[in-house]
């Protein structure tokens, strides 16, 4: 959690380089395997913590980054359900169905703007 925080930070305030991106992947997979690496929902959870550490540097711009969180919400529901978590199933559709909305919004906007971008 706090190299989670600590990489949330960073991206926050623009200061997450390649280098603390490979930090931050490194110390989230030793950490998560030495934590939650004894089974399939553990491995599921280590995943996607370096997908979305590794996914943040690369990704940028309000839609992009919703859809990276749209997909990193999409692995951690299927996370809840293994583990049988039904609260946290029920936040992680939530949150999904308010991130596509977001989308749709972003999308309406830059249409309505006079511009559109293709392919993003």
């Given at each position: 959690?706090?190299?989670?925080?600590?990489r949330n930070?960073?991206?926050?305030a623009?200061?997450?380089?390649?280098?603390?991106?490979?930090?931050?992947?490194?110390?989230?997979?030793?950490?998560?395997?030495?934590?939650?690496?004894?089974?399939?929902?553990?491995?599921?959870?280590?995943?996607?913590?370096?997908?979305?550490?590794?996914?943040?540097?690369?990704?940028?711009?309000?839609?992009?980054?919703?859809?990276?969180v749209?997909?990193?919400?999409?692995?951690?529901?299927?996370?809840?359900?293994?583990?049988?978590?039904?609260?946290?199933?029920?936040?992680?559709?939530?949150?999904?169905?308010?991130a596509?909305?977001?989308?749709?919004?972003?999308?309406?906007?830059?249409?309505?703007?006079?511009?559109?971008?293709?392919?993003?």
């Amino acid at each position: 959690m706090l190299f989670n925080a600590f990489r949330n930070y960073l991206v926050a305030a623009e200061k997450y380089t390649f280098k603390l991106m490979i930090f931050c992947s490194a110390a989230s997979l030793v950490i998560g395997l030495l934590v939650n690496g004894s089974s399939i929902p553990g491995y599921i959870s280590v995943f996607v913590t370096v997908y979305y550490t590794i996914s943040s540097f690369y990704l940028t711009g309000p839609k992009a980054v919703k859809i990276n969180v749209i997909s990193d919400l999409a692995i951690w529901f299927i996370y809840d359900i293994l583990v049988c978590d039904v609260p946290s199933g029920i936040v992680d559709i939530v949150s999904i169905i308010l991130a596509v909305g977001t989308i749709f919004r972003i999308r309406h906007d830059e249409t309505s703007a006079g511009f559109r971008t293709r392919g993003k």
